[in-house]
């Protein structure tokens, strides 16, 4: 395991998980219902008010996207029912949104639960495994009882590796992708986004690394998809 790594995790034991953890789903107005948000009306960036529908992050944030693309990132926990409720929504905006938009997820990480659900998504990732295992991760979690986190990293890992071995992945694969640099990489640049982008509830929508917003922020779901393809235009065109 990096240093990096270690030092971070040293990091959210001692006091992230503390102050973070009990609020992972603060400030969502919303019933955490798994239904699709109704069309919203049109909407410009003129008619979203900095301070209440979204907020100018205080320090912006570079992002790694080729010019004339926008990156928009979800900041998320799996163990979130107001995440686990935005996420249907996020996937049909996924296949309709603009082509400028790079949609980027962030695991939030404030402590140890969030940490190890972190992990299991960029080992999805690694394994090529994150389009088809998303969603069933959150179904597994919510609905199966299944928390796929515990007391230890090695207690969540071997939920994670049952998981995986019932979903067609081989302990060797599973091994080689959660040990992997990448990874732990990944989980490391997701606690320092975390902290970077001041991120205190989620889901959190990131937008051009210089704007936050959220369901209840925008006045809903669908207000939400507006919100963001708005702010992300304006970008684009900057």
Wanted: aromatic share 10%.
């Amino acid at each position: 395991m990096n240093r990096g790594f270690i030092i971070a995790s040293a990091l959210i034991a001692a006091g992230a998980a503390a102050a973070f953890s009990m609020r992972a789903c603060a400030g969502a107005k919303e019933a955490p219902a798994r239904v699709a948000a109704a069309p919203a009306a049109a909407a410009t960036v003129s008619q979203w008010q900095p301070g209440l529908n979204y907020d100018v992050l205080g320090y912006p944030q570079p992002t790694n996207v080729t010019k004339g693309k926008v990156e928009v990132n979800e900041v998320f926990w799996y163990g979130c029912s107001h995440c686990y409720a935005l996420d249907p929504v996020l996937e049909e905006w996924k296949k309709k949104k603009p082509d400028f938009i790079e949609f980027v997820r962030i695991p939030v990480i404030w402590g140890e639960n969030q940490l190890q659900h972190a992990r299991l998504f960029y080992t999805l990732q690694k394994l090529g495994r994150l389009e088809d295992l998303h969603t069933k991760v959150f179904d597994a979690i919510h609905q199966g009882g299944k928390p796929l986190a515990g007391s230890s990293e090695a207690e969540a890992r071997a939920m994670q590796l049952a998981f995986l071995k019932e979903n067609g992945v081989s302990e060797k694969d599973f091994n080689a992708a959660y040990d992997s640099p990448e990874v732990l990489a990944n989980v490391e640049a997701a606690y320092k986004a975390t902290s970077r982008y001041e991120v205190a509830s989620v889901p959190t929508m990131i937008v051009a690394g210089q704007y936050s917003t959220s369901a209840s922020q925008a006045g809903g779901n669908a207000q939400l998809l507006a919100l963001i393809t708005d702010l992300a235009a304006r970008e684009q065109h900057r």
